[in-house]
Nanobody, 126 residues
Framework: QVKVVESGGGLVQAGGSLRLSCAVS????????MAWFRQTPGKERDFVAC????????YYADSVKGRFAISRDIEKEILYLEMSNLKPEDTAVYYC???????????????????WGQGAQVTVSA
């Protein structure tokens, strides 16, 4: 069973930067597509960014394009999310997700991912 564990996050002022990390263990070679989602209380879990196992193909939500960067270290089996120019509306719990499949049509959908981390709180103050 694949394990996914996030780290990073915290409190930052608007305009600041943070980096989230996500370590994959226990059969990491099984993991193909990976992604970051975020969720605020009472709302759906929303797509933020995703990346294929080639570590080259990426997609972003419009709300974070140009500010967030997703990357992946295949050798270390770690996923990253570099967040810059953070805004108060970026405040959320951020979840790392992993999938055993490669599918360009579904990789932005939370239903495509079967392994999830516990979540990391990111709070951006005005």
């Amino acid at each position: 069973q694949v394990k996914v564990v996030e780290s990073g996050g915290g409190l930052v002022q608007a305009g600041g930067s943070l980096r989230l990390s996500c370590a994959v263990s226990d059969s990491p070679a099984t993991v193909k597509d990976m992604a970051w989602f975020r969720q605020t209380p009472g709302k759906e879990r929303d797509f933020v960014a995703c990346i294929r196992r080639d570590a080259v193909t990426t997609y972003y939500a419009d709300s974070v394009k140009g500010r967030f960067a997703i990357s992946r270290d295949i050798e270390k089996e770690i996923l990253y999310l570099e967040m810059s120019n953070l805004k108060p509306e970026d405040t959320a719990v951020y979840y790392c997700a992993a999938s055993p499949r490669q599918d360009l049509w579904t990789m932005t959908k939370k239903e495509a991912y079967g392994w999830w981390g516990q979540g990391a709180q990111v709070t951006v103050s005005a």
